[in-house]
């Protein structure tokens, strides 16, 4: 199919979405995201995800610090698109853009909507159990993941691997959003898919995560049993990656790289304690002995 389209997005997750486009002969005409940042302890200048994969494939990147003057942004108004599509863009996109192509801004949105609509549905589900999550194609309006649903699909996520790590379970929606996608566009062009108003009553959301939220109060001798241990669990799950949980012991931070239950004991089974290099709990514990 033939369609001019600009693709806006920046962390891994909307890199993964394009790759799905991508395998399925979708190649947006532009790229739209995030300016460079500065990245980890030396603060190194870094382009997002998205930038690096427009590059890799010869496709015009625009890189914005705001989109709310058209003047701006001329790339994007000159009227030739057919749609735009977004994914964890990670800025607010005013109407005046949603309305420049012809069909309208499509969203991929790593939640069954109305559910968990903000910035960080994967983790939030993660972080309050909710086992029952997928992804939506939604038309976007200039409400915050409130538009008209266009497709919805499950995850299959079985018991034995819940909570899934952030990370996989960023890249597995991510994955499946791409693929929902490329099988949505084609009816909604065509008339068939029509788009179907959410049950905005039932709407929940979710806030971006913090640092502040990662902190585990934990002794490491005294470990930590029933609901707290499956808190804490999904804490670990939740923030893999970013912003990862610790604990303070003895003055000094102790990062968890990840935790298991044991008989019903939360346990963490690989941690980074300040200054020194991953090794697992039990050598931590043994070498303060």
């Known amino acids: 199919m033939s369609l001019r389209f600009a693709f806006f997005g920046t962390p891994e997750i909307a890199r993964t979405v394009l790759e799905e486009l991508q395998t399925s002969g979708y190649l947006p005409a532009l790229v739209v995201t995030n300016p460079d940042a500065p990245i980890g302890r030396k603060q190194t200048l870094t382009p ?15 890189q914005p610090t705001s989109l709310k003057d058209p003047a701006a942004v001329p790339e994007l108004s000159d009227g030739t698109y057919d749609i735009f599509i977004v994914a964890a863009y990670g800025k607010l996109i005013p109407q005046w853009l949603l309305d420049i192509p012809e069909h309208g801004t499509l969203n991929v949105h790593p939640s069954l909507l109305p559910k968990f609509r903000g910035a960080s549905p994967i983790r939030s589900a993660i972080l309050s159990d909710e086992r029952t999550t997928g ?12 538009g008209p649903v266009l497709s919805q699909e499950p995850a299959t996520i079985s018991p034995a691997e819940w909570p899934v790590p952030g990370r996989t379970l960023d890249e597995r929606l991510a994955k499946q959003g791409g693929r929902l996608l490329t099988t949505t566009i084609p009816g909604f062009l065509a008339g068939t898919i029509v788009p179907r108003e959410q049950d905005h009553d039932a709407a ?7 640092k502040a939220m990662s902190e585990l109060v934990l002794d490491p001798h005294h470990l930590p049993t029933g609901q707290i241990a499956h808190e804490y669990l999904r804490k670990v799950r939740a923030f893999d990656g970013w912003p990862e949980t610790f604990f303070v012991h003895n003055g000094l931070r102790v990062k968890i ?3 298991v239950l044991l008989d019903g004991v939360f346990t963490p089974t690989r941690v980074v304690p300040e200054g020194k290099r991953e090794q697992s709990f039990t050598d931590y514990l043994h070498a303060r002995h």
């Open 48 to 62: 997002p995800p998205v930038k690096e994969w427009a590059l890799e494939n010869h496709i015009p990147v625009i």
């Open 135 to 146: 992804v939506t194609i939604m038309l976007m309006d200039a409400e915050m993941d409130h």
């Open 204 to 210: 929940t959301f979710c806030t971006k995560i913090s």
């Open 257 to 259: 790289k990840d935790a």
